[in-house]
């Protein structure tokens, strides 16, 4: 069995649609959904190369009995089941935190209220950029307003990290019985980069069926990207020294599509163990 979701419970209508989101999510591939109702506005997660901080506004411990009620309702309109994800111990700093593995890690664009602090739309919160760059699974945000996805779109430069980006949008296709889409800018030279990588993976056979190029430049492919579908990138840079930096293509992504978004980081795991559960 794939290991689970795990998703952080936030008390407020934002929150109400991004547990719609990751509970479609799981009720559309069978992964197990886990949600953590905080304690604490601030919680450590450890994540693959590292262990991050996440600091929560207020929204995240308000009344959490009321919350865990609020999520069962929502639940079962989605018609998925939960399990409660409760924290595993505390660090040396005596804060909460969470250990255990999972398939993929579900939050908002930003951990904080947008009123908080200035945050640019374009760009993700400080502490979920550090998460999907350390995390050694995707990081999915789902979309702001619950959009129920029924296909799944891969946006594919035909570097390294967008190849990855595409292997786990075929597996989440797979798992959700729904069509796959690998969608190619025209300029640039990405076609040419990216047939050529899909040879060298022996998938072009598999993939030209699906594979769409559209002409013109990123910013036309995201005209074309359907309302309906999971989006799954590269999140970072197309080689080691920009691991640390958010893509281009990625802050492009996050400016203009309000659609579920699935960031495949630097030091994410192929899909094949983690879905399985033998990572």
Known sequence: MALPVLHLFRNNPRGFETFRGAAW???????????????????????????????????????????????????????????????????????????????LISCPRALTSPFAKPLLPAVLGPKVQ????????????????WIPWDRV????????????????????????????????????????????????????????????VVEGGFRRVLQEIPRTALVVLGAFGRNPVRERVLGSRAHEVLRSVPYNLVLVGPHSQPPGAVLSGDA
């Open 153 to 212: 779109v891969a946006l594919y430069g035909g570097s390294s990290f967008g190849l990855k980006a595409l292997l786990w949008a075929r597996a989440l296709a797979g798992l959700a019985g729904v069509p796959l889409q690998v969608m190619t800018e025209a300029e640039g030279g990405a076609e040419a980069e990216g047939r050529e990588r899909l040879e060298r993976a022996d998938l072009l056979d598999e993939i030209r069926p699906v594979w769409r």
């Open 130 to 145: 550090a998460l999907v760059r350390a995390a050694d699974v995707p990081v999915m945000l789902p979309s702001t307003c």
């Open 25 to 103: 999510f799981c009720r559309q591939t069978g992964v197990p959904l886990r949600v953590h109702f905080p304690t604490s506005r601030h919680l450590v997660l450890y994540a693959g190369s590292g262990a991050i901080q996440m600091d929560l506004d207020e929204s995240y411990v308000y009344e959490p009995d009321l919350a865990r009620k609020r999520a069962d309702r929502l639940a079962q309109e989605v018609g998925v089941e939960w399990e409660e994800q409760r924290a595993t111990g505390r660090t040396g700093s005596t804060l909460p935190d969470i250990q255990d593995r999972f398939s």
